[in-house]
């Protein structure tokens, strides 16, 4: 396998500063002095990197997510229950303390639950996740204490997960550092940050492709693998990859990166699913049985015909639909008139899966949010996806405080399908522009200065032996194309003879 010195193309090129591409970002950029000038081109070789910046950013931003927590942490989770939502601060970590029986030491998978719920559901390694932020709750106080501790834990150990996020995004597209600022400045990203686990997945899924990026494909399996045994969705990922490797002729590396994944998720589920079988597959039958739930088109169809579809026929639905849309990224990768880069497949397919799902919880969009930083960097685009996901997230607490409060003050059910049209909207909307520019590729802010795709490994710059449809045909746009530089497609990439940091 070739290293990431052989296969860089990137090394005689200077960073790409998105204040002189993106009229936004210029725009933005004078809150603190304007774009980048000759100063800036310093920033690389000093102390303060891009990198470090972006970390920076990304924990300061996190940092403030914790503090619009604080109605919550003082007095509203334990207070009631809709008062939590009323100050859209609600966590699902310190209830799950007490709900889940960290507070009585009891071990998950392992020992049966109280109450409806018999067992942990959620994967194994979130499992170790939770446990281990047991452990180190040291707090002798009242239960209260306990639970403000245990979040508090658990928030520390999901910032170390937010810098490991910001730097992998930072780092995957070398000569654009600067766009993991998308993910460091995400006002959803710092709202729903801890009000569950899911930054371990995602922390996971940034490190595989990074990975990937750099040309080890075992090492992207594994952390995939890893990143599934957290959160189901990560392991998306392998469709698309399956795609391009198939379009570039990739076996080998997509073989090795699929086992590496198997085996990863294989050894971590193993102990579990041989000493504690029935709490281990709590989750996949938690996820099968669960009903109709927040934030989905479904809920909408209920609430707005009274009547409601049988959980069975749910799954059903949902499955041929999100197969129906991998169907249509199929036909995309394959036949657009050059290789899609792997971000933005990875997005698209991730995207699918939570548009036909049957449950949107607020904290899934950080599942995307990495994924669209790398498929489409354009602070317009990102930031009207962005707005409309912090409605929803207001809106769904809101509805909450509707529903939970006698006064039943809040957002009705008709306002809070106006909320998730808005989620769908805004997401569609970011599908809508990531195919275009697959469809397009002289409109892709990455590619326009020559670059291939910059977090495709081995696949940068690799010739196609595969492709269906117009991909065999020259680009219709390619007339309309944009001044600059020109892909060299299908050439394979240039070596260097550079020592990468």
């Given at each position: 396998m070739?290293?990431?010195?052989?296969?860089?193309v990137?090394?005689?090129?200077?960073?790409?500063?998105?204040?002189?591409?993106?009229s936004?970002?210029?725009?933005?950029?004078?809150?603190?002095?304007?774009?980048?000038?000759?100063?800036?081109?310093?920033?690389?070789?000093?102390?303060?990197?891009?990198?470090?910046?972006?970390?920076?950013?990304?924990?300061?931003?996190?940092?403030?997510?914790?503090?619009?927590?604080?109605?919550?942490?003082?007095?509203?989770?334990?207070?009631?229950?809709?008062?939590?939502?009323?100050?859209?601060?609600?966590?699902?970590?310190p209830?799950?303390?007490?709900?889940?029986?960290?507070?009585e030491?009891?071990?998950?998978?392992?020992?049966?639950?109280?109450g409806?719920?018999?067992?942990?559901?959620?994967?194994?390694?979130?499992?170790?996740?939770?446990?281990?932020?047991?452990?180190?709750?040291?707090?002798?106080?009242s239960?209260?204490?306990?639970?403000q501790?245990?979040?508090?834990?658990?928030?520390?150990?999901?910032?170390i997960?937010?810098?490991?996020?910001?730097?992998?995004?930072?780092?995957t597209?070398?000569?654009?550092p600067?766009?993991?600022l998308?993910?460091?400045?995400?006002?959803?990203?710092?709202?729903?940050?801890?009000i569950?686990?899911?930054?371990?997945?995602?922390?996971?899924?940034?490190?595989?492709?990074?990975?990937?990026?750099?040309?080890r494909?075992l090492?992207?399996?594994?952390?995939i693998?890893?990143?599934?045994?957290?959160?189901?969705?990560?392991v998306?990922?392998l469709?698309?990859?399956?795609?391009?490797?198939?379009r570039?002729?990739k076996?080998?590396?997509?073989?090795?990166?699929?086992?590496?994944?198997?085996?990863?998720?294989f050894?971590?589920?193993?102990?579990?699913?041989?000493?504690?079988?029935?709490?281990?597959?709590?989750?996949?039958?938690?996820?099968?049985?669960?009903?109709?739930?927040?934030?989905?088109?479904?809920?909408?169809?209920?609430?707005?015909t009274?009547e409601?579809?049988?959980?069975?026929?749910?799954?059903?639905?949902?499955?041929?639909?999100?197969?129906?849309?991998?169907?249509?990224?199929?036909?995309?990768?394959?036949?657009?008139?050059?290789?899609?880069?792997?971000?933005?497949?990875?997005f698209?397919?991730?995207?699918?899966?939570?548009?036909?799902?049957?449950?949107y919880?607020?904290?899934?969009?950080?599942?995307?949010?990495?994924?669209?930083a790398?498929?489409r960097?354009?602070?317009?685009?990102?930031?009207?996806w962005?707005?409309?996901?912090?409605?929803?997230?207001?809106?769904?607490w809101?509805?909450?405080?509707?529903?939970?409060?006698?006064?039943?003050?809040g957002l009705?059910?008709?306002?809070?399908?106006?909320?998730?049209?808005?989620?769908?909207?805004?997401?569609?909307?970011?599908?809508?522009?990531?195919?275009?520019?697959?469809?397009?590729?002289?409109?892709?802010?990455?590619?326009?200065?020559?670059s291939?795709d910059?977090?495709?490994g081995?696949?940068?710059?690799?010739?196609?032996?595969?492709?269906?449809?117009?991909?065999?045909?020259p680009?219709?746009?390619?007339?309309?194309?944009?001044?600059?530089?020109?892909?060299?497609?299908?050439?394979?990439p240039?070596?260097?003879?550079?020592?990468?940091?």
């Open positions: 070739p290293s990431a010195e052989e296969t860089s990137y090394e005689d090129r200077p960073d790409v500063r998105p204040t002189r591409r993106d936004v970002a210029a725009s933005g950029s004078e809150l603190i002095g304007g774009p980048a000038g000759r100063w800036a081109l310093r920033v690389r070789s000093g102390y303060l990197t891009p990198v470090r910046v972006v970390a920076l950013v990304a924990i300061g931003m996190f940092a403030l997510g914790m503090v619009q927590k604080m109605p919550c942490y003082n007095w509203a989770w334990f207070r009631g229950t809709s008062s939590q939502y009323t100050h859209a601060c609600y966590s699902d970590i209830h799950l303390f007490l709900g889940r029986g960290f507070s030491g009891l071990i998950p998978y392992f020992d049966r639950l109280p409806d719920m018999e067992y942990l559901e959620y994967p194994v390694l979130t499992g170790l996740f939770m446990q281990v932020a047991s452990w180190l709750n040291l707090a002798d106080g239960l209260q204490q306990q639970e501790a245990y979040w508090m834990i658990n928030a520390g150990m999901l910032m997960c937010t810098a490991v996020i910001a730097v992998c995004v930072a780092r597209h070398r000569r654009r600067w766009d993991a998308l993910v460091a400045l995400a006002p959803a990203f710092a709202l729903t940050a801890t569950n686990w899911d930054l371990l997945a995602v922390a996971l899924t940034a490190a595989a492709m990074l990975m990937w990026s750099r040309g494909t090492a992207f399996g594994i952390l693998g890893l990143a599934t045994a957290a959160k189901l969705y990560p998306l990922l469709g698309p990859l399956l795609l391009l490797c198939w570039a002729g076996w080998r590396e997509f073989a090795t990166a699929a086992l590496g994944a198997a085996g990863a998720w050894v971590v589920n193993l102990p579990v699913m041989a000493l504690a079988p029935e709490g281990w597959k709590k989750f996949y039958t938690f996820s099968q049985e669960r009903q109709i739930d927040f934030g989905s088109f479904w809920l909408i169809i209920t609430q707005r009274g409601g579809i049988d959980v069975e026929k749910v799954n059903t639905y949902a499955t041929l639909l999100m197969l129906l849309a991998c169907a249509g990224i199929a036909a995309l990768a394959l036949g657009a008139p050059r290789r899609p880069r792997l971000a933005q497949l990875a698209l397919v991730v995207a699918a899966f939570i548009l036909t799902n049957k449950v919880s607020p904290q899934y969009v950080l599942w995307l949010i990495p994924l669209a790398l498929a960097p354009r602070w317009r685009d990102f930031l009207i962005q707005a409309c996901e912090v409605m929803y997230f207001l809106g769904i809101m509805y909450l405080a509707y529903t939970t409060s006698t006064k039943h003050q009705p059910p008709e306002g809070y399908q106006v909320a998730i049209a808005l989620h769908l909207l805004g997401t569609l909307y970011l599908c809508a522009v990531v195919v275009r520019d697959i469809l397009m590729p002289e409109r892709d802010g990455v590619r326009q200065d020559g291939d910059p977090s495709g081995v696949l940068d710059g690799a010739e196609d032996v595969f492709v269906v449809g117009q991909a065999a045909r680009a219709r746009h390619a007339a309309h194309a944009v001044e600059g530089p020109k892909v060299e497609w299908g050439t394979g240039r070596t260097t003879g550079g020592a990468q940091p």
